[in-house]
């Protein structure tokens, strides 16, 4: 696990500002990476994850994690991998990719949580309209 840096990129609920209180959030575009939807190995739900593309950008909010601490953002975001940007303007910012060890590639049609689909969307409808 990567712990350097001082930052994460959120791109899915990290997005709604209503779900945490780490400090300096603002919005960010971030190069080389797309949302895609995984299934869960462990529970009959799917969850929202990244995956590298150099063609595709997304918007999401990066803020600073050294108030609170990796330690309670990694347990909160305990089904992913921590990984630093590999990005001269975002030196220092954390993306988390869904671990391969919480994915079950092989799964079919597991749904999206209405409530999970509505706090992303509230976080980017208050910051991106």
């Not at 975002?90 to 994915?103: L, R, S, T």
């Amino acid at each position: 696990m990567v712990t350097s840096g001082t930052q994460f990129f959120g791109y899915g609920s990290l997005v709604n500002l209503a779900t945490h209180d780490y400090r300096n959030p603002r919005k960010a575009t971030v190069q080389g990476w797309r949302r895609q939807w995984v299934y869960a190995a462990n529970r009959n739900a799917s969850f929202l994850s990244v995956t590298p593309d150099p063609q595709t950008s997304i918007q999401g909010m990066i803020a600073d994690v050294t108030d609170l601490g990796w330690k309670a953002l990694d347990a909160r975001e305990a089904a992913y991998n921590r990984h630093a940007l590999q990005s001269r303007d975002h030196a220092g910012v954390h993306i988390y990719q869904a671990n391969p060890d919480y994915v079950d590639p092989t799964a079919q049609h597991k749904p999206i949580l209405l409530s999970y689909i509505d706090c992303v969307i509230q976080g980017f409808l208050t910051h991106f309209g």
